[in-house]
């Protein structure tokens, strides 16, 4: 179905260090490929970060937050600055506070890898890795975050939390994905739920979960694995994984790791999703060591873009989205998959314009 000229309202939050380049490198692709199709965007940009908190105070304006949180999606950076913290030590990380805020629980982390990038896996068969990660982000050790308890200067106690309401959720958005994954990419279908079900109590009630939802699913295979299994497992065959489901800290962990699989953070893309709202980053950070020298590989941000072309595809049944997603996927392999670009970020001297251009150019 394609529904003409729907315009969707897209909050863009640029962020610190490389965050406002990679964003600038990846809009107007957007725009291009919104040029002659049956529906548009509206950008607008609203500060937040650690440079904002350190020029007035607030990391998050509420203004912000509003204008996220009433638009289609949100397009975001990357925030945060080593040596700018919040008096108790911790760093500016707004988005941390807009995925509880906007109730953004599945973190949706592929590693897929892009033809022509160079792998840190020997075999062969690392060729094959297309895997998502998806980490719970609401709860879990996560819910402890600023609220730890302190027992003078000899104790800490940080607690997970792992709800009813918070497992089923992301279990039954774990099984959707596989499910879309296998019609329109022809993945196997399976699910695997990474824990630690034989020492926590907590996990175990997270697998009980992923086992009693699975059963909604008859056509996905339903697997689990231990996270330290797991850590093994992405050495030595992450090719045999599809999607894999665990709670917040593990799969900050994990997703790096799998983020590493495929070539590095600029490479990485990610999606922070709810039932109502959702925003795409990539997965790197601010990365301080390279801003403001031109430097960033905007890849990462450009398939997250495409990831929220895709989200607002299945959302709004516009098929045209979803072809335009796979569309940018398509061009970022070209453009590796050719040969001819070689990005600072492995070593070469292509920056983020040309990268982007290079992208531009093959859609
Ligand atoms: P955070 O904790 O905020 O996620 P981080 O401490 O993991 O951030 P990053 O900012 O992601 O750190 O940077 C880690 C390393 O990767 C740095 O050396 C940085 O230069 C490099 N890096 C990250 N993103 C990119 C990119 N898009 N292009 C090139 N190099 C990058």
């Known amino acids: 179905m394609t529904i003409a000229n729907r315009i969707f309202d897209i909050a863009v939050l640029p962020g610190d260090g490389i965050g406002p380049e990679v964003i600038e490198a990846t809009m107007p692709l957007l725009e291009k490929l919104a040029h002659n199709a049956a529906y548009g965007f509206r950008f607008a940009s609203y500060p937040a970060g650690a440079q ?16 996220a949180r009433a638009a289609d999606a949100i397009l975001f950076g990357a925030m945060g600055w080593p040596e700018i913290r919040y008096e108790d030590g911790t760093e500016i990380a707004p988005q941390l506070d807009l995925r509880v805020r906007l109730d ?12 022509g990038v160079k792998l840190p896996l020997a075999d062969p068969r690392a060729a094959n890795i297309d895997l998502v990660v998806i980490r719970e982000s609401t709860e879990g050790l996560f819910t402890s975050r600023g609220k730890g308890e302190v027992i003078e200067d000899r104790e800490v106690r940080d607690t997970m939390v792992i709800t009813r309401h918070g497992s089923e959720r992301v279990h039954d958005f774990s099984f959707r994905l596989a499910e879309r ?20 109590r907590s996990m175990a009630f997270f697998r009980k979960i992923f086992d009693e939802r699975a059963v909604r699913f008859p056509g996905v295979e339903a697997r689990h694995n231990y996270i330290d299994a797991t850590a093994l497992d992405m050495i030595r065959k992450p090719w045999d994984y599809d999607v894999m489901v665990m709670e917040n800290m593990y ?10 699989l495929v070539g590095g953070m600029g490479m990485a893309p990610s999606g922070d999703v709810g039932d109502d709202h959702a925003l795409f980053q990539p997965c790197h950070g601010s990365a301080p060591d390279i801003a403001g020298e031109g430097k960033a590989n905007p890849t990462a941000m450009i398939l997250s ?15 045209a989205l979803a072809e335009d997603a796979m569309r940018i996927e398509r061009a970022v392999d070209a453009v590796f998959a050719s040969g001819t670009l070689k990005p600072f970020e492995f070593g070469g001297r292509d920056g983020t314009r040309a990268i982007a251009a290079a992208v531009a150019s093959n859609l």
């Open 305 to 319: 873009a495409a990831m929220m072309l895709d989200w607002l595809a299945e959302r709004n049944g516009i098929d």
């Open 181 to 200: 994954r296998h019609r329109t990419r022809g993945r196997p279908g399976a699910v695997t739920c990474v824990d630690k079900a034989n020492v926590f």
């Open 251 to 260: 799969g900050d962990i994990l997703s790096d790791l799998t983020a590493g």
């Open 104 to 115: 953004l629980y599945a973190g949706v982390r592929p590693a897929r890898v892009i033809p």
């Open 52 to 67: 904002h908190y350190k020029a007035t105070g607030d990391a998050l304006p509420e203004a912000t937050f509003e204008a």
